[in-house]
C-alpha cells in the first residue's frame, strides 16, 4: 500500500511512524511517498495520505469522489480548542513597520502554491472579508512550500506571508534564530485543518482499521513522542461535512471575483 503526503516537509517524521503503524495494524507493507498529483487517488497510485483540505474539497466533489476523510489532527494549545482546526498565521520580519493586517496594502507577499488552503484561498477569503480587492496586496512570490515562504520574509526578500499555523510553529521551534527574527500581526482562520484520507475503492473494513488506529494512538506510549513532535494533542474522527467551511470560503472567493492572490483586477 502506498501512503502519500502532499504536506509540509518538517511534518515527515509523523508520516513515517504513520505509515508504519498502520503497516503493522494491517498486516502488509505501507510505503511513504511523497505526492506529485491529486490524480494519483484516481489512478490508483495513492491508497492513503495526508491531504491539504482544498485539494481535498475539489476531489471529494467529484462524481463518484476518490477519497473519503478518516481523521484529522487536534492540535495541542488553547487557541485550537480541542477541535480540529487551525490557522493561517501572517508573518513580518521583527523590525518591520507593518503592525496589522490592514496595513498589508501595497507590500510584497509569498505564498507557498495556489492549491493550499492555509496559503492561498484563507488569505483570499479573509482579504475579500476585510473589503480589500485585487491589487491590494504588493509583489506577490510564490515560494513552492511554507518553509521557504517563511525564510523569504526572515530575509527581508518579502514582507509578509500566511503560514500555517503548525507548520510555523515547529519550524521556529526547531529554528530558534528564525524565530527571533520574525513575528506574527494577525491570523486568517480558524479553518478544519488536513485530513488523513483513504482512497475510496478500499474495503470498508480497511479504512475503518485505519480510522481507529490515528484514533487510538493517543493511548500508544510509543505515539506520544511523535504526536508531540508534530504537536499534535490526538487525531479525531472527520467527516466530508466538516470541510463545509473551505467550500463556503471558495463560494465566497468565487462570487468576489478574486480566485487568484496574483490577480490584480477583478474577473468578470
Known amino acids: 500500500m502506498r ?14 511512524f504513520l505509515a508504519e503503524r498502520i503497516s503493522d495494524r494491517l498486516g502488509q507493507p505501507v510505503e511513504l511517498v511523497v505526492g506529485t498529483s491529486f490524480d494519483q487517488f484516481e489512478r490508483g497510485e495513492a491508497d492513503l495520505g495526508v491531504i491539504c483540505g482544498l485539494p481535498y474539497v475539489w476531489l471529494a466533489d467529484r462524481h463518484p469522489s476518490p477519497v473519503e476523510p478518516l481523521a484529522a489532527p487536534v492540535l495541542s494549545g488553547a487557541r485550537y480548542g480541542g477541535r480540529p482546526i487551525y490557522y493561517s498565521d501572517v508573518i513580518v520580519r521583527h523590525d518591520s513597520p507593518i503592525s496589522c493586517l490592514e496595513e498589508l496594502r501595497g ?22 472579508a476585510m473589503g480589500a480587492r485585487p491589487g491590494f496586496l504588493g509583489p506577490v512570490v510564490e515560494a513552492g512550500f511554507h518553509q521557504r515562504a517563511i525564510r523569504l520574509v526572515a530575509a527581508g526578500a518579502v ?15 526547531d529554528h530558534p534564530r528564525l524565530a527571533d527574527g520574525l513575528r506574527a500581526i494577525g491570523s486568517f482562520g480558524p479553518s478544519t485543518i488536513q485530513p488523513v484520507v483513504a482512497s475510496s475503492g478500499l474495503p470498508s473494513r480497511l479504512k475503518d482499521q485505519v480510522r481507529e488506529l490515528l484514533v487510538d494512538l493517543t493511548d500508544e506510549p510509543l505515539a506520544r513522542p511523535v504526536l508531540d513532535y508534530g504537536l499534535i494533542d490526538r487525531f479525531t474522527a472527520v467527516d466530508d ?10 463560494a465566497t472567493i468565487e462570487a468576489a471575483g478574486w480566485t487568484s492572490i496574483t490577480q490584480t483586477v477583478l474577473e468578470p
Request: no cysteine; aromatic share 12%; hydrophobic share 50%.
Open 241 to 250: 461535512a466538516a470541510y463545509d467551511d473551505i467550500r463556503e470560503m471558495l
Open 159 to 173: 514582507d509578509a506571508a500566511a503560514i500555517d499555523s503548525q507548520v510555523l510553529a515547529i519550524e521556529l521551534r
Open 3 to 16: 501512503f502519500v503526503t502532499f504536506l509540509a516537509p518538517n511534518m515527515l517524521p509523523v508520516y513515517h
Open 107 to 128: 507590500h510584497s507577499w509569498a505564498y507557498n502554491e495556489p492549491a493550499s488552503h492555509s496559503g492561498h484561498t484563507v488569505t483570499l477569503y479573509s482579504l475579500v
